[in-house]
């Protein structure tokens, strides 16, 4: 007869064997993963809605979400440094570096002031003057390597976008020569590369902000403002362009904090690169032509002149200096001759026509 103790007990032992087994099946695999939290970005400007910088922050914006598919969203903080500050520019770039902000889009002319040279190239002297050359030097191609200088202070470069053309823009009389700008002021954000320019041409420059840029308009001190078409609108008062010196062009660069960045995960970092890329092509591709705006900005009351060749010429052998102290660092003049090449292989844009308020 078998032994029903015998029988229970080994009942008794297969039982507890199977919830031992159980067990050791529910803590190997685990709870669920947590879904990703969302992540909110903040980043800085010193620009407001309805500019050019503004519209790319949108942009931006719109893009990290769609990547990211909601768990990135961006917080756009415009006049993030407040009204009237002096240079606006640098004071964003130092608020990203230091971590206020996770985020800024900053002017690459502003980075020379704060340690960071390897955008120099993009500002030298009349070089980069149209939107085909705008698109090329933006290309990670080639905007990968200058990014990459920022890596000392504290921020990642994500991209360039490209943003105008700038030029002067007179209260008074056209710049068409140096005399023009002999002891006079000229308001202009603030960069190194650009004050250098600036003064090899006659000029002083200030990154003049609230009564100090009226007063001295008033006064007949301030004669001009470095601008673009897309902008010069917002000017105190009518202003005419000399439309065919370009001085340089403007591109922004879009930058993280580097401890901030490094705190996302792979993925949520992989959707702000490829926001980032995305919103370049449309930065690129919806570019206007420099010739369209100059009209646009006579049809909206300001006025275009055209400088002679032989005053454009000018103006250019006085900007020699500028290449003379860029050009002592390698790097910066390695840049320069790509760029150099690079323009050599565009075609000439199209002619900026004459025009005067109203038509």
Not at 217 to 241: D, H, I, N, R, Y
Request: negative net charge; proline residues 6%; contains cysteine.
């Amino acid at each position: 007869m078998r032994n029903p103790f015998n029988f229970m007990t080994s009942v008794g032992f297969g039982f507890a064997a199977l919830l031992a087994t159980a067990g050791c099946s529910a803590t190997t695999a685990g709870p669920p993963p947590a879904a990703e939290q969302t992540k909110t970005l903040r980043i800085a400007t010193d620009d407001e809605p309805g500019r050019p910088a503004a519209a790319q922050i949108e942009e931006f914006a719109r893009n990290v979400k769609e990547h990211s598919g909601g768990q990135v969203l961006i917080e756009p903080v415009w006049k993030a440094v407040g009204e009237d500050k002096d240079d606006p520019d640098q004071a964003v770039a130092r608020a990203v570096v230091s971590g206020d902000f996770d985020m800024g889009l900053v002017p690459a002319r502003a980075w020379d002031t704060e340690g960071v040279s390897s955008f120099a190239a993009l500002h030298a002297p009349f070089l980069v003057t149209s939107n085909a050359l705008m698109a090329k030097v933006s290309d990670p191609a080639v905007a990968d390597e200058m990014l990459a200088g920022l890596d000392k202070v504290g921020v990642s470069g994500l991209a360039l976008f490209p943003e105008g053309t700038r030029m002067l823009f007179s209260f008074f009389e056209p710049v068409l020569t140096q005399a023009d700008l002999a002891g006079k002021t000229v308001r202009a954000p603030r960069s190194d590369t650009t004050y250098d320019l600036l003064r090899t041409i006659g000029a002083t420059p200030d990154d003049l902000v609230g009564e100090q840029f009226y007063d001295g308009m008033a006064a007949g001190t301030v004669v001009a403002a470095e601008s673009s078409f897309a902008l010069a609108g917002s000017l105190p008062k009518a202003t005419t362009a000399t439309g065919n010196m370009v001085l340089y062009s403007k591109l922004n660069s879009l930058v993280i904090n580097t401890k901030s960045f490094q705190a996302l995960s792979e993925g949520q970092r992989r959707a702000l690169k490829d926001a980032a890329a995305a919103t370049r092509t449309w930065a690129v591709e919806t570019m206007t032509e420099t010739a369209d705006d100059a009209a646009k900005f006579c049809k909206d009351g300001g006025t275009v002149v055209v400088a002679t060749a032989a005053e454009v010429a000018d103006f250019k052998a006085a900007g020699a200096p500028v290449y003379t102290k860029l050009e002592a660092d390698p790097d910066t003049k390695a840049r320069i001759a790509k760029i150099k090449d690079l323009a050599a292989a565009e075609p000439e844009p199209r002619s900026i026509a004459p025009c005067s308020a109203g038509g």
